[in-house]
Structure formats: structure tokens, C-alpha cells
């Protein structure tokens, strides 16, 4: 038999995806799912993109620059100038495939064996796969949902850092709990980074989908930490692009930078039609996001307040991003997001949610807790609902 590294045996499963397979048996058996459980949204992605991937005229699909090509840099370059960052040039970015391979390029630029990352939980639950494969020692900070998941007392962060730490990372808006940090949070970040000399990691992929008036503030923002910032950027959920495959790591830095590109030569190139969709999609896009964001607004005003309604059920309104943490009246949501899809249906129906197990460093914090994504139709999502009422009297009557 041949061997397994110690690596692959300490890879966490994907708390989003290990149900998979009782999904697909379910399906098998004649039961529609509701997918409640990943942020796949069932909005189209712009006619754009779609058009320019479908109309081009390539006679060879050949390798992108390693960096990404650079009509699709200055793409980017062009839309953070009109966030307000107008410094940046299209050598501040380092196209890669999905927001996922530039966490990885991030963490390894930054990390060594043994080394340390400080994350708030809960967090998306890959943070501990990408720092597993490198070897890194998540630190988590909790949060609570009492708060809503506010960002912890800075005097938490500081209170875990040692001689190992290297970076902070931070989702804002929040995977899986849909918060939203404020100037003054964020501040309060870069002080510490500039005090201890780390990084600030911040995922900001869901950054035009923020709800009620607020405004996402970018880490960007905080110029004195020029030097000790990363921003991970995505197309995948802007532009409801998940297999495009196609994101991007952005820094000041020229030291991050130079080291960064090492790892992307090493991987050869990002994914030449991704760019290709993500550079067309870009094109007066305002419509289309204004329109995407209410969406989501009315999905979460309805969600949330159909869960709420149920007994035993605690769920924060998000203020961003398109997912909640739910609490509910059960003993365990990793067995009962398993008995969803094994033996429960109404009208050859059911639902699948994501325990919160694994977004946190202690499953046990988690033990009571589901993501949910509101990135179907309001009807699917009320339907979603009902069903989830009905099952859990259904799932509690059963252990009385």
C-alpha cells in the first residue's frame, strides 16, 4: 500500500462539501435538495462575460502570463481607481485561479513551518486546509454570536501574538457570518500590524455586497500600513463567476510582491478564458451589481425573518456578504444536517445546511450552529424554510 503523507491524513474536510455524497444518495431516491449549504449563487452571470468567452476568436488557448495578463490587470487597476485607490498600478497585482490559490500565495509568501496566523472565528473553514498544507498553527480569536460576531477586543489579537506570528487574517465582509467591520475595527488592525510587524490579511470578495446603507472599508485604506497589507479579491461571487476560477492577490508591498511571483511562475499561469470572462464582465457593470445587491437584501430581509420566527432559533441579521450563522434548537447540526439528507423529506423535499463545525478551530463551538447561504429565489428560500421548521420538530420529537 502506498503511503499517505501525515499532511494529507491532518486535511480537515470541507464542512461545505463532506455532506456531498448523502446529497447526491438523496437525489438518487427522487428528493429534491435545497442547497443552503454553498455560496453558489443561482443569479446569471453578466451577458458580458458570458459573450466573450463564447465569441472569442482564439486559435490557441496559450499560457497567461504568470502574473496575469495585463489587459486583465489593468482592468483591475482601473477598478480600484475608482474605489479610491488611485497609486495602484496593474504591478500591485498578481492574478490567480480563484481567491483560494492567492490566500495560498499569500500564506506561504509570509510563512514557515511552525509559524503562526491569528484568524477570528468563525471563519471560512479552508483558512485551516490552506494553513494545514504549509504547516502554520491557526490561533483563533473567538467571536460570538451574542454580538452579532463583532470583531473581538483588540486586546484578544494582541494577546496572542508571539514570536511566530506572522499575518492576521480577516473575511469583510464576513464568510460564514455575513459582519461587517468597521473604520475604527479596522484601525485598531493596522496598529497592531504596524506595532508587532505583521500582515494584514484581508479577504474582501464579497465587498459589494453590503446591505441597509453601509459601506465596506477596505484595508486599503489605512496608507500607513502600506507596507503590512494583503488584500485577497475574487470574481467568483461578484459576478456570480465561481468556476472561472479567476481572483487575485493585491499589495503594496514590493517585497510581499517579488515574493509572491515566485509561487505563480511556479505554478505556471492563472486560467486564460477566466480572464478573459472576468475582463468583459467588468464593463459598465454598476447595473448589475446595484441589481445583485438588492437581491441579496431582500433574500436576507427574508430569510432572516422566517428563521427567527422559528422556536429555538437565533439568527443575527447579516450586514454583508450573502450568509448567516444560524443557531439551532438541536443537539448536534453536524447530525442533523446529515439526518436532512438521509431521512427526512416533506413532499420529496429536504434541505442542505453547512455545521458551523469546522468554521471554527474547536468544532465544539460550532456543535449548535448551520451556515446558510441566501443564494436562491425567495420562493426556494421559503420553501427552505418550512422545511427546516418541520424538520426540526421532526428531529426533536425523534430523541425525546
Not at 113 to 133: C, R, V
Not at 137 to 166: C, H, Q, W, Y
Not at 329 to 353: G, I, R
Not at 377 to 387: F, G, M, Q
Request: net charge negative.
Amino acid at each position: 500500500m502506498p503511503n499517505i503523507s501525515e499532511r494529507a491524513k491532518k486535511m480537515p474536510a470541507s464542512p461545505v462539501r463532506k455532506l456531498v455524497p448523502f446529497a447526491t444518495q438523496a437525489k438518487q431516491k427522487g428528493i429534491k435538495v435545497y442547497h443552503l449549504n454553498i455560496g453558489q449563487p443561482d443569479i446569471e452571470t453578466p451577458q458580458t462575460a458570458l459573450d466573450a468567452v463564447k465569441n472569442n476568436h482564439l486559435k490557441i488557448f496559450e499560457y497567461a502570463l504568470s502574473e496575469g495578463n495585463l489587459e486583465y490587470r489593468t482592468v483591475l487597476k482601473n477598478y480600484y481607481h475608482s474605489l479610491g485607490f488611485t497609486d495602484l498600478s496593474t504591478d500591485n497585482f498578481i492574478v490567480t485561479n480563484g481567491g483560494s490559490e492567492a490566500l495560498n500565495f499569500a500564506i506561504s509568501t509570509l510563512c514557515d513551518d511552525g509559524d503562526e496566523i491569528i484568524i477570528p472565528e468563525p471563519y471560512y473553514a479552508n483558512y485551516n486546509g490552506f494553513a494545514g498544507t504549509f504547516n502554520i498553527n491557526v490561533v483563533a480569536v473567538p467571536s460570538s454570536i451574542e454580538t452579532g460576531f463583532a470583531l473581538p477586543p483588540m486586546e484578544d489579537f494582541e494577546k496572542k501574538i508571539t514570536e511566530k506570528t506572522r499575518a492576521i487574517i480577516i473575511c469583510n465582509p464576513g464568510n460564514p457570518t455575513g459582519n461587517l467591520y468597521t473604520q475604527e475595527e479596522l484601525q485598531k488592525l493596522a496598529d497592531i500590524a504596524l506595532k508587532h510587524d505583521i500582515v494584514i490579511i484581508a479577504d474582501e470578495v464579497y465587498r459589494e455586497y453590503v446591505y441597509d446603507g453601509n459601506k465596506q472599508v477596505s484595508m486599503l485604506e489605512f496608507k500607513e500600513a502600506s507596507e503590512n497589507v494583503i488584500i485577497i479579491d475574487s470574481e467568483s461571487k461578484r459576478y456570480s463567476m465561481c468556476g472561472a476560477r479567476i481572483g487575485c492577490m493585491l499589495t503594496r508591498s514590493k517585497k510581499i510582491r517579488n515574493a509572491a511571483i515566485l509561487f505563480a511562475q511556479a505554478r505556471l499561469s492563472p486560467v486564460l478564458l477566466g480572464q478573459i470572462a472576468a475582463t468583459a464582465a467588468h464593463i459598465d457593470d454598476e447595473n448589475y451589481i446595484r441589481a445583485v445587491r438588492e437581491e441579496y437584501t431582500k433574500r436576507r430581509n427574508l430569510l432572516v425573518d422566517l428563521l427567527n420566527e422559528i422556536p429555538g432559533v437565533v439568527c443575527p441579521k447579516p450586514k454583508g456578504a450573502f450568509y448567516c450563522a444560524v443557531e439551532l434548537p438541536v443537539d448536534d447540526t453536524e447530525k442533523f444536517a446529515q439526518w436532512l439528507l438521509e431521512k427526512y423529506s416533506d413532499n420529496h423535499e429536504t434541505v442542505m445546511v453547512a455545521p458551523m463545525g469546522g468554521f471554527y478551530s474547536n468544532p465544539e463551538l460550532g456543535k449548535k450552529q448551520v451556515r446558510i447561504a441566501y443564494v436562491l429565489k425567495e420562493d426556494d428560500l421559503r420553501r427552505s424554510v418550512e422545511l427546516l421548521k418541520d424538520a426540526l420538530e421532526k428531529y426533536n420529537k425523534e430523541r425525546e
